[in-house]
């Protein structure tokens, strides 16, 4: 009932349906342009949203954050360049049917895996965020903080290629939260005797710096040695250009497979859209019948990565909806959005602000089928346009766009100059292998986590004993060490594998 | 396909890579440890966490934390899947003029306002990134005069004025 309701706030406010209908083009442009990503996106249109009505400000950024996981197959496809990490896996087959005549076949097996996987994510965060922020209410502060260190040491943990330089990229981003006004005694925390930073960073000029910036300082060598050659977008014949109903009949296995896979490594914090295409890829192949056309260009090796990549979307909400903690760093923007509009996010965000979470929900129901449409009817349309617009032209008109953004948040040059900082300290952490996603997840849930450890301190006389009399806290204590512990035995036995192998 | 010899320089580079950031690591934890002495005590109760302990303790393990990745870069080791790609030579040529071109932008938008320090800022950076021709001239007033209508106007932003001059307050 409520998310019908949510579907008629959004029909009925045609302000808010168009954002839905400009975050749909927009995030499928986005993620087909190579390089720019969507959270790149959305880091830059954050500071827009605050000047528009809560609902719509969401419904844009969230709709971005779908479509843009779609649009990167587009490039994917045509040109044999991811245009997101998402669409790392589609290039392998997706790119073999360009290569074959059948542009137009892997674009809508594309469009109709992400569909789907995104309806199979959606749907489940519709159930699941209500049902887990009905079982977390009566959390106390002691859990919170277990929770926020859970998220803390799986982030870190799983979002980069080194465990130690992940966790190592939260902690940095959690220092960042350190500066400031202390969350209990309202002192003031390594402001340096600057009047800006009395009340901390802003989360904008972080985003934009690390996320924006950042990815334009590393794509000037790219985009100084020109644009590479562009494959054929043309199709050789109608059967390359359509998709039979056969043919869906045939993927439909491999994108349930490929949902299954996408929304459970959504619902885990950090992991995302670049690791889930890959695992179902793998899974997919080994259990395909026609596993010697993989890699070929087969509509399944299309189908299984576009699913999984797109039904990460729904369930990596719903530690942001059910518990208040982002699980990505799309989560971490919205969490942003949120709290700027004055909704705080938690379990009893469905009593407080339930018309907004129901038209979100409906919102992102509605941008499936918008994306779904352009990507069916304009995909390679747009991915002809982006093939014709230079590289060259787009990076510093994406320079100019972020800068102006970093001021609009707060109307303040020192956000800016903040923004031109962090753009190199992304620009480090890129190329040294750290993770900008997981400091800026990090920098959203510190806070959070202080306030819940020393509330929890307070409520005893044992101390750090409080720990020990939670079963809730206890549990989330051990999933990051027996996480950590899987990740490292695993290495282990591979190295123990690699030097038999060589011996 | 990277041949052995061309791993084992990936795996030399990213250890040597992994000693200094390491180090840098150990020395941002030691500043935000010392500073964190500055933060006061006077509203503090006797029981409970005070305001610095969050910090000295996200010091402290990032402290051990860079003293491990420096110690394993020392030794040549690193995750398997660990590769860095930092070149000093990109990073001068690439990141350095943009990041610098970024902190002249700030300057030009206090000292001359939205449209010089936007027209200076696309101009010098489609330079940077090598466009030349009709597209060098062309588009820096186009998407100046498009970010001035969606910013200024359609958001009404508050342009800051100028300290200098602002062309915009002659032009209107």
Redesign the interface.
């Known amino acids: 009932m409520e998310l019908l309701n949510g579907f008629i706030t959004i029909f009925t406010t045609p302000e808010t349906l168009g954002f839905v209908v400009l975050g749909a083009l927009l995030g499928v442009i986005v993620g087909a342009v190579p390089g720019l990503t969507a959270s790149a996106a959305i880091a830059m249109l954050v500071p827009?949203t605050f000047?528009i009505d809560p609902l719509s400000a969401l419904s844009f950024l969230y709709v971005i954050g779908k479509a843009g996981r779609f649009g990167g197959s587009i490039s994917a496809i045509l040109f044999n360049t991811p245009g997101t990490t998402a669409a790392a896996a589609t290039v392998i087959d997706g790119h073999a049917l360009t290569k074959q005549g059948k542009a137009g076949k892997a674009l809508k097996t594309a469009t109709v895996s992400s569909v789907i996987g995104d309806y199979v994510g959606e749907f489940i965060l519709i159930f699941g965020a209500l049902t887990i922020a009905q079982l977390t209410r009566d959390l106390g502060p002691p859990d919170y903080f277990a929770i926020y260190v859970c998220a803390f040491l799986i982030i870190g943990s799983v979002i980069s290629?080194?465990?130690?330089?992940g966790?190592?990229s939260t902690?940095?981003g959690?220092?960042l939260a350190?500066v400031g006004l202390?969350p209990?005694?309202?002192?003031?925390?390594?402001d340096?005797g600057m009047v800006e930073l009395y009340n901390g960073f802003s989360l904008v000029p972080l985003l934009i710096g690390m996320f924006v910036?950042s990815e334009?300082?590393?794509q000037?060598?790219p985009?100084?040695q020109g644009q590479q050659s562009q494959g054929t977008v043309e199709t050789r014949d109608a059967d390359g250009d359509r998709l039979s109903w056969s043919e869906i009949r045939r993927i439909l296995p491999f994108v349930g497979r490929g949902a299954g896979i996408g929304s459970m490594i959504g619902l885990i914090p950090g992991v995302g859209s670049a690791v889930a295409c890959f695992v179902a890829y793998g899974t997919s192949k080994a259990r395909a019948k026609n596993r010697d056309e993989w890699g070929k260009g087969a509509i399944e090796g299309v189908a299984a990565p576009e699913s999984a990549n797109n039904a990460v979307s729904g369930p990596s909400m719903i530690p942001l909806l059910a518990l208040g903690v982002p699980g990505s760093t799309i989560a971490a923007m919205l969490m942003g959005v949120f709290l700027i509009h004055g909704i705080q996010v938690g379990p009893k965000i469905f009593d407080t602000s339930g018309g907004i979470v129901y038209g979100l929900f409906a919102a992102g129901l509605i941008g499936i089928a918008l994306y779904g449409l352009i990507g069916w009817f304009g995909g390679p349309l747009i991915g002809r346009i982006i093939a014709k617009v230079?590289?060259?032209?787009i990076?510093?008109?994406i320079?100019?766009?972020a800068?102006?953004s970093a001021?609009?948040a707060r109307?303040s040059?020192f956000d800016?100059?903040i923004?031109?900082i962090f753009?190199?300290v992304g620009?480090?952490m890129?190329?040294?292998?750290?993770s900008p996603p997981a400091a800026i997840i990090a920098f959203v849930l510190?806070p959070g986590?202080?306030q819940a450890?020393?509330q929890s301190?307070?409520l005893t006389d044992d101390g750090f004993g409080i720990f020990l009399t939670r079963p809730v806290a206890l549990v989330f204590f051990a999933i990051p060490v027996l996480a950590i512990g899987i990740r490292i035995f695993g290495?282990m036995r591979?190295?123990k594998a690699e030097t038999a192998t060589q011996t | 396909m990277q041949t052995a010899e061309g791993r084992t320089s990936v795996a030399r580079e990213t250890a040597r890579h992994n000693v200094v950031t390491g180090l840098a690591l150990v020395v941002l934890a030691a500043f935000f440890f010392w500073n964190s002495y500055s933060i006061s005590l006077d509203f503090v109760d006797e029981e409970g966490i005070g305001p610095r302990f969050f910090p000295q303790a996200i010091a402290v393990v990032l402290g051990i934390l860079g003293l491990i990745l420096a110690g394993s870069g020392v030794l040549g080791r690193a995750a398997p899947a660990d590769k860095t790609s930092f070149e000093a030579r990109r990073f001068w040529l690439d990141a350095v003029p943009l990041f610098l071109l970024s902190l002249v932008f700030v300057w030009l938008f206090k000292s001359f306002g939205y449209l010089v320090a936007t027209l200076i800022l696309i101009a010098v950076g489609l330079l940077v990134f090598s466009a030349r021709g009709r597209a060098l001239w062309l588009t820096p007033p186009i998407a100046a005069i498009l970010l001035y209508l969606v910013f200024f106007r359609l958001m009404r932003i508050y342009e800051p004025p100028a300290a200098i001059f602002n062309p915009l307050t002659f032009l209107s």
């Open positions: 827009i000047y290629d080194s465990v130690l330089k966790i190592a902690l940095f959690a220092a350190m202390d209990i005694t309202s002192e003031p925390r390594f340096f910036l334009v300082f590393t000037v060598f985009a100084r230079p590289h060259r032209l990076y510093p008109t320079l100019s766009v800068l102006i001021y609009t109307s040059m800016v100059t923004a031109c753009g190199l620009y480090f890129r190329t040294l292998n750290f510190a986590a202080e450890l020393r301190v307070l290495r591979g190295q």
